[in-house]
């Protein structure tokens, strides 16, 4: 099946071999770093970023992991992708405009293959002024491939409304925007989002606890970035079969599904979607249905939207 990943982070996706090589650690202990299995919380499973983000302090290297997810995507029968990741922690030897165009230049080997565009991670953790250079960072239009902005990082630690200024300055102007909210227990943010007409919204599988934030959400035709797997691995889902996104499909939100990080869950698209055949009972016609929304709800331009559309029906 042809498939559309709007929520995929590139540090989470890096391969293990790659970082082994690069770092000159062996592989079981790379593994072991990086895979996030079995852990007790998000901020937990956020420690599995640390070695990739140690090999991607230099433009071959980042080029060689773009060009590397690229290839990963295109066997996993994606034709859209929008990737995600936050450029400030890749300036040890960049400026934030060469950390781009490296990993746009890694994705520019596959264009025949593959349509991928990128969004800019702002992090919670960063003070105003760091996120405040993505936002100028994306005002530049250095790209048009960088297409959105998103906010990242721990949830519990900085929540929405710590962070309030920053989500407003993004949306008076008018920049696209997804948040990572209700990821963790914390419905307030998914409230924050939907308050400020956030049209996407990662993760967000605790709104089910709050129906009037499920009416809000259905009436702004808000679209849930959704990643099974991930969430277990975050402990915010005990089980597969557990998971919420069934209960929010009968609800009546618009959900897709994502991986996340394919490289810490362990996760393909392609697998993800026989788990959700397996334990759910999604039919092909209702998971080609949330591609099409996908597209419908991604950052790019009308043109690639409708293109991409056509060849998912």
Not at 1 to 25: A, P, W
Not at 230 to 253: A, Q, R, V, W
Not at 257 to 262: G, L
């Given at each position: 099946?042809?498939?559309?990943?709007?929520?995929?982070?590139?540090?989470?996706?890096?391969?293990?071999?790659?970082?082994?090589?690069?770092?000159?650690?062996?592989?079981?202990?790379?593994?072991?770093?990086?895979?996030?299995?079995?852990?007790?919380?998000?901020?937990?499973?956020?420690?599995?970023?640390?070695?990739?983000?140690?090999?991607?302090?230099?433009?071959?290297?980042l080029k060689r992991v773009a060009h590397e997810l690229a290839l990963d995507l295109i066997k996993?029968?994606?034709?859209?992708?929008?990737?995600?990741?936050?450029?400030?922690?890749?300036?040890?030897?960049?400026?934030?405009?060469?950390?781009?165009?490296?990993?746009?230049?890694?994705?520019?080997?596959?264009?025949?293959?593959?349509?991928?565009?990128?969004?800019?991670?702002?992090?919670?953790?960063?003070?105003?002024?760091?996120?405040?250079?993505?936002?100028?960072?994306?005002?530049?239009?250095?790209?048009?491939?960088?297409?959105?902005?998103?906010?990242?990082?721990?949830?519990?630690?900085?929540?929405?409304?710590?962070?309030?200024?920053?989500?407003?300055?993004?949306k008076k102007l008018n920049i696209p925007f997804t948040i990572h909210s209700g990821e963790e227990?914390?419905?307030?943010?998914?409230?924050?989002?939907?308050?400020?007409?956030?049209?996407?919204?990662?993760?967000?599988?605790?709104?089910?606890?709050?129906?009037?934030?499920?009416?809000?959400?259905?009436?702004?035709?808000?679209?849930?970035?959704?990643?099974?797997?991930?969430?277990?691995?975050?402990?915010?889902?005990?089980?597969?079969?557990?998971?919420?996104?069934?209960?929010?499909?009968?609800?009546?939100?618009?959900?897709?599904?994502?991986?996340?990080?394919?490289?810490?869950?362990?996760?393909?698209?392609?697998?993800?979607?026989?788990?959700?055949?397996?334990?759910?009972?999604?039919?092909?016609?209702?998971?080609?249905?949330?591609?099409?929304?996908?597209?419908?709800?991604?950052?790019?331009?009308?043109?690639?939207?409708?293109?991409?559309?056509?060849?998912?029906?």
């Open positions: 099946m042809k498939k559309i990943e709007l929520h995929i982070h590139l540090d989470g996706s890096v391969r293990i071999d790659t970082v082994s090589e690069l770092l000159n650690i062996d592989y079981e202990t790379c593994k072991k770093n990086m895979v996030g299995k079995n852990l007790s919380s998000l901020d937990e499973y956020l420690t599995r970023f640390d070695y990739p983000i140690k090999v991607m302090q230099s433009y071959d290297n996993d029968d994606i034709i859209y992708a929008e990737v995600r990741f936050a450029p400030i922690f890749h300036t040890s030897n960049l400026s934030l405009e060469e950390v781009c165009q490296a990993v746009l230049d890694g994705f520019d080997l596959e264009k025949n293959k593959i349509k991928i565009n990128l969004i800019l991670c702002m992090m919670r953790h960063l003070p105003y002024e760091d996120n405040k250079k993505i936002i100028d960072l994306y005002l530049k239009h250095i790209d048009k491939r960088i297409v959105g902005l998103d906010l990242a990082g721990s949830e519990k630690l900085f929540p929405n409304d710590k962070l309030i200024d920053l989500i407003k300055e993004v227990n914390i419905v307030s943010n998914i409230k924050i989002a939907l308050d400020n007409d956030i049209k996407r919204i990662g993760h967000g599988i605790n709104i089910i606890h709050d129906k009037s934030l499920v009416d809000k959400a259905i009436k702004n035709n808000t679209l849930f970035e959704v990643c099974p797997t991930s969430n277990i691995d975050t402990f915010n889902c005990i089980s597969y079969d557990k998971h919420h996104i069934k209960e929010m499909i009968d609800l009546g939100l618009n959900v897709c599904i994502n991986t996340d990080d394919r490289t810490v869950s362990n996760i393909t698209l392609n697998e993800e979607y026989h788990l959700l055949k397996q334990y759910f009972n999604l039919s092909d016609e209702a998971l080609k249905q949330m591609n099409i929304n996908a597209m419908k709800h991604s950052f790019a331009d009308k043109e690639m939207i409708d293109e991409v559309i056509s060849q998912l029906k």
